[in-house]
């Protein structure tokens, strides 16, 4: 085995991590190589100095602190977790007001004319449809003839302005 | 849900307590001074706290952190501007500003390593400084926590082949960076 190999494979054979060919190989070479045994020596010597570095000590209260700040962050986080379902809640409303303004008709031109219910006078009916034009909702075309049919029966001369097709 | 929530940090607080001093060591052995240990602990706290829920009772909670304060660890160096590192094998200013040879010990002489790592406990720290972040990070957590190559391999998210290689590799730098200091 050359040295080089050798001194690549010196950390794992420090720390147990060769098979047993390998650690049978370096050390016969390190029984004889006084340059590779040498290094092992300094690398157990350097795992031995960061082994027994003393522990550095945190400032007082530091854990405190921390302990503090995380439980903060907790309560912080359950709070925007409300807010959020309460923004979520009236978004949502809002959303369902809107909605339901919008499904109401809108604009001049859609307001049904006020219909009577009952008692029809047909002669008014009729005038009121060409007056209209079409336009009203009374798009009932039999409806119309009917009306209209009650109006000649009336004797109503209005033969110019009526627009039933 | 409150009461489950409370009951969640109460045990957070209880691993963090019984952890403390390994969570304290690798952190300051990674920043290598008190300022950036201690945001790197809360920072660590705060994302391990996030992801409690996926910790699973009766493993390591140090190892389960270590791995959370790796990521916050490489993202913040990632973050930091590049700092310049020091030459442990240039002098150091005496009192009168002229540069003065390092003082060096004789390891030789005292085969104490453990007084040796406390006498030296600035120049070793200064030499992990200088490491690589990914290769201190792996000399931390073997050499100094005393992981196994597996641990470290999970905690560093690496193979363990590359756990050898920068365990290697990272020992070998400070070998040679503490030879001005210490005399094999």
């Known amino acids: ?165 | 849900m409150t009461a489950r929530r409370d009951n969640e940090i109460e045990r957070f607080e209880a691993l963090v307590r019984e952890h403390q001093s390994a969570i304290y060591r690798v952190a300051y052995r990674l920043c290598g001074n008190q300022d950036e240990t201690e945001d790197l602990i809360q920072e660590t706290l705060i994302e391990s706290f996030e992801s409690f829920s996926r910790f699973r009772p009766g493993t390591h909670f140090d190892r389960w952190v270590f791995r959370i304060m790796r990521n916050t660890f490489i993202d913040g160096v990632r973050r930091r501007p590049k700092v310049r590192i020091e030459s442990l094998d240039a002098g150091v200013p005496g009192a009168g500003g002229e540069l003065q040879p390092r003082e060096i010990v004789d390891l030789g002489s005292s085969p104490d390593a453990t007084m040796m790592a406390q006498t030296l406990d600035e120049p070793i720290q200064r030499a992990l400084d200088a490491l690589p972040e990914e290769f201190r990070l792996v000399v931390v957590l073997a050499d100094i926590e005393g992981l196994t190559y597996e641990e470290v391999s999970e905690a560093a998210r690496c193979p363990i082949g590359t756990v050898r290689s920068r365990l290697h590799r990272g020992r070998a730098i400070l070998k040679e960076k503490l030879k001005s200091y210490v005399r094999f």
């Open chain 1, 1 to 165: 085995m050359k040295c080089e190999r050798c001194n690549l494979r010196l950390t794992a054979y420090l720390d147990g991590k060769l098979n047993a060919r390998e650690t049978r190989e370096l050390s016969e070479h390190m029984a004889n190589c006084r340059r590779c045994s040498e290094d092992l020596r300094e690398f157990e010597q350097i795992r031995a100095i960061l082994k027994g570095l003393p522990a550095p000590a945190p400032r007082p209260g530091f854990w405190d602190d921390s302990i503090r700040a995380v439980r903060m962050l907790a309560v912080q986080k359950r709070r925007m977790r409300r807010l959020d379902f309460r923004y979520a809640s009236g978004l949502a409303a809002a959303i369902g007001i809107v909605a339901v303004l919008l499904s109401f008709p809108h604009g001049t031109d859609r307001v049904p004319l006020p219909l009577p219910e009952t008692a029809i006078n047909p002669a008014s009916l009729v005038s009121l449809y060409a007056r209209e034009r079409g336009r009203s909702p009374l798009a009932d075309v039999g409806k119309l003839r009917f009306a209209s049919s009650q109006a000649e029966a009336a004797d109503i001369e209005d033969n110019g302005r009526l627009d039933v097709q």
